[in-house]
């Protein structure tokens, strides 16, 4: 961290959502393990969110101690005739117990009532995700994007197997896509790999075989992560704003310039160019353009800028005063809601009622959803602010197979090539069987890494820690609850994955000890039950301790 004000820093950032997150989910797969406990008619003895000494708690009229203990990094149900909080068989007591006792003990229940009750665990976290999910579809809809090629990096693996601007994607490997996230879900899981991308080019549909490339990519929150890429994008990385005396304007970059690389490397986006700067501030670097069909290239300095990101972090970032996502209206539709409403070209739109937005993409997402219902502008034109009503309207978008969908807009656009947005609404049965699917995909998702990295695809320092989910946490808070939420549900599916591995101490070990028992007719010996349990502890921490040094890697490197 660096210092004593980091830590503490840290702490305050993310400490308060990840406890919130992972008592959320701890609570629903330990309320699992103990619905269907009961229901099997087992005694239980306890049930704890966090683990060590007792902060508060109660007993209830069927003797359960409900608590809340000090250390918030899991939690657990003792049954009775546990040994302890990993339902290690406490072998003395059970051979004390008279039978009416041995009936309600754990151990002393049937067989497919304890695979039951274990298994119950991790299904109670996927079904919570796949509400999580529901939820927010039903609630917020989602605002997808087509699967058309803007942009085709040169030299990119997608290049180099002949895919071209405009190409519509249709399929991967068979499987057919409809959004751009997709396409980019299913290459980022691949690198390496043969797959084969079906595309649309004037009405006639063509294979490519391709290989995605591997590559370090950034998120907003400078968090760094390696994923296949092809090369595409879905917008041109114009410059739409040239700072006037910055560096880019004083070597000569003009607004629509389309940025092709930086310092000899392949760019695909404008935020290719924007990471690269920030990290290179007071550096000297080179910025190759397309200008009129022509390279450029332009050599400058970027100055060193005192910025704040996303979690709120302090640091000193390059800036070269170039921008694709100035909020200003590069374009106003004929006849559109803007027009009727006198927004002009130039305008700045500084926020969309009382929502702060950063560019017309955000407004035109803030938009979408909003058909026939006004919204306020509050725009900047001539160093003047003022306050414009216009009432967004219905347009019909070509969908990914050329059905008609209907979107609001009021007709604007920041003079980029056009995304081909749509925005999709969900009824409760659809969003639920959304919710299945995108828990499903982070299942095949999280087999598909470990592959890659048993494979040598991929590096394995993409599995984090407790410091590593807590920083996750709180940079999910910063984007407000719904984020949080999503994460919830992805960290959710995790750890249902996670006790589902068949090792010793977790349910997924204990599911094989009964799977083991059905086909012996007789459980495991006692000493072979706790040899497998160290085993399996050792396993477990062992796993702990490289996640966590990648955690602490990933902070100082």
Known sequence: MGSVAGIIGFLTNNVITFVFVLSLLVFVHEMGHYLVGRWSGIRIMAFSIGFGPEIAGFTDRHGTRWKLSIIPLGGYVRFFGDEDASSKTDVDQLSAMSEEERARSFAGAKLWKRAATVAAGPIANFILAIAIFAVLFVVYGRTVADPVVAVVMRGGAAAEAGIEPGDRLVAIDGTKVTTFDEVQRYVGLRPGRNILLTVERDGQKRDFGIVPKLVEDTDQFGNKMEVGRIGIALVDPLVTAVEPGGPAAQAGVQAGDRLIAIDGNNVATYYDIARYVGDHGGKSLVLTVERNGQTRDFPMVPETLAATDASGKKKDVGSIGISPIDPLVASVAPDSPAQGAGIALGDRILSVDEHVVDSIGDVQRFVASRPDKPVM?????????????????????????????????????????????????????????????????????TFEYLANVVGGYMKADQLGGPIRVAQLSGQMATLGFSAVLQFAAILSVSIGLLNLMPVPVLDGGHLMFYAIEAVR???????????????GFAMVLSLMVFATWNDISSRIG
């Open 521 to 535: 007719g007789k459980p495991l010996g006692a000493r072979a039950q706790d040899i497998a349990f160290r085993i």
């Open 377 to 445: 502008l509050h725009i900047e034109r001539n160093s003047l602010t003022r306050d414009v009503e216009v009432t967004p309207k219905k347009t019909e978008e070509p969908d990914a197979f050329g059905n008609a969908t209907e979107i609001s807009s009021i007709g604007i656009t920041d003079g980029q090539k056009p995304i081909k947005l749509r925005y999709e609404a969900y009824g409760p049965f659809r969003a639920l069987g959304e919710g299945v699917r995108q828990t499903g995909s982070i299942v095949s998702g």
